[in-house]
């Protein structure tokens, strides 16, 4: 009787521990969710850019957000593992104070969900462009400067919030969510890609 009490319990917590696992980390943002299919006809443009991965470049989402501008969805498979949101151009603003303004924001917000960033810089002025008013020039090279948060989930799940460089006085704000599947789907492709290689060589 024992013996099988303690094989219900072990099912319980099995069960339980598959649970947690299916509902933690970091959820798909704007209301899609990780591994649903995607019409590609319904995409503004679709591009397969490796084995089994299609990128979705769409304006429209399940639950939209202020100046947000578009989105890539990557498919693994024909399931969402990847979303990266670009938001609109900031304009006319060689200092940067609207650009930091923005994602000092946007890092709060998801602080409060995630709580304190894993890894986070905020650099600049250490290259080639030092002036004050060439903030987003900055931005754009390498060892220059750097705006970037990162926050990891224990399910493997990410979530990352940037400010990029255009030119002079534009910039952008981009937030990039990777599902727990997403690491899993890259390590998958590469051994089919070796494995493809192997095959023709």
Same mark, same amino acid.
């Given at each position: 009787?024992?013996?099988? /009490?303690?094989?219900?319990?072990?099912?319980?917590?099995? /069960?339980?521990? =598959?649970?947690?696992?299916?509902?933690?980390?970091?959820?798909?943002? +704007?209301g899609f969710?990780?591994?649903?299919? $995607?019409?590609?006809?319904?995409?503004?443009? *679709?591009?397969?850019?490796?084995?089994?991965? $299609?990128?979705?470049?769409?304006?429209?989402?399940?639950?939209?957000?202020?100046?947000?501008? *578009?989105?890539?969805? +990557?498919?693994?498979?024909?399931?969402? $593992? #990847?979303?990266?949101?670009?938001?609109?151009?900031?304009?006319?603003?060689?200092?940067? /104070?609207?650009? /930091?303004?923005?994602?000092?924001?946007?890092?709060?917000?998801?602080?409060?969900?995630?709580?304190?960033?894993? =890894?986070?810089?905020?650099?600049?002025? @250490?290259?080639?462009?030092?002036?004050?008013?060439?903030?987003?020039?900055?931005?754009?090279?390498?060892?220059?400067?750097?705006?970037f948060s990162?926050w990891g989930?224990?399910?493997? =799940?990410?979530?990352? $919030?940037?400010?990029?460089?255009?030119? @002079?006085?534009?910039?952008?704000? #981009? +937030?990039?969510?990777?599902?727990?599947?997403?690491?899993?789907?890259?390590?998958?492709?590469?051994?089919?890609?070796?494995?493809?290689?192997?095959?023709?060589?």
């Open positions: 009787m024992k013996q099988i /009490t303690n094989i219900i319990l072990a099912i319980l917590l099995l /069960t339980i521990a =598959s649970f947690a696992t299916e509902t933690a980390g970091a959820k798909a943002p +704007l969710k990780w591994g649903q299919e $995607v019409n590609l006809s319904e995409c503004e443009d *679709f591009e397969e850019v490796a084995m089994y991965f $299609v990128t979705c470049k769409t304006k429209t989402v399940p639950k939209p957000i202020q100046n947000l501008d *578009f989105v890539y969805l +990557l498919l693994y498979k024909g399931n969402l $593992v #990847k979303i990266t949101a670009f938001m609109e151009n900031i304009e006319d603003d060689p200092y940067g /104070t609207k650009g /930091t303004k923005a994602y000092e924001n946007m890092k709060s917000i998801l602080s409060k969900k995630y709580g304190e960033p894993a =890894s986070s810089a905020e650099i600049i002025g @250490r290259e080639l462009y030092q002036e004050s008013s060439e903030f987003y020039q900055c931005l754009m090279y390498s060892g220059c400067g750097m705006f990162f989930e224990e399910d493997g =799940s990410q979530v990352a $919030v940037q400010l990029s460089g255009l030119e @002079r006085g534009r910039g952008f704000i #981009k +937030l990039i969510y990777e599902s727990k599947a997403y690491k899993k789907a890259m390590i998958e492709a590469k051994q089919y890609t070796n494995q493809e290689a192997s095959e023709n060589l």
